[in-house]
């Protein structure tokens, strides 16, 4: 059974500065890949960041060089650093859970399983 347990959401004001993390169960953090989503109100799902294997990286053109994915494995977490927030990343993050890592940040996200989300939301 995949768990996510996704944590760390908030409100700030832009500029502002929060980290997510989701911990997953034992059996998904090693069966499955995960990653970073989110979605704003109207707005379809996108990927934010995460690993695509090979210890490479994925970020969204709209977070790079601002958000920052890690993890620490004997925790089973997995964390999302957001800085120089902007209202534009006011949204419901999502971590999800795919065994298709080429698929992993493409939609329609068809082999995913979703943890509950946790709501940013940034203010100007």
């Known amino acids: 059974q995949v768990e ?18 989701c911990t997953a169960s034992e059996y998904t953090f090693n069966t499955y890949y ?8 109207g707005k379809e799902r996108e990927g934010v960041a995460g690993y695509t294997g090979s210890g490479g990286t994925y ?28 209202p534009e990343d006011t949204a419901m993050y999502y971590c999800a859970a795919t065994k298709d890592i080429l698929s992993m940040f493409r939609p329609p996200y068809e082999h995913h399983y979703w943890g509950q989300g946790t709501q940013v939301t940034v203010s100007s």
Do not use: C, H
């Open 4 to 21: 996510l347990l996704e944590s760390g959401g908030g409100s700030v004001q832009a500029g502002g500065s929060l980290k997510l993390s």
């Open 59 to 86: 970020y969204a053109d709209s977070v790079k060089g601002r958000f920052t994915v890690s993890q620490e494995r004997y925790k089973r977490t997995l964390y999302l650093e957001m800085n120089e927030l902007k």
């Open 34 to 41: 995960i990653g970073w989503f989110r979605q704003a109100p």
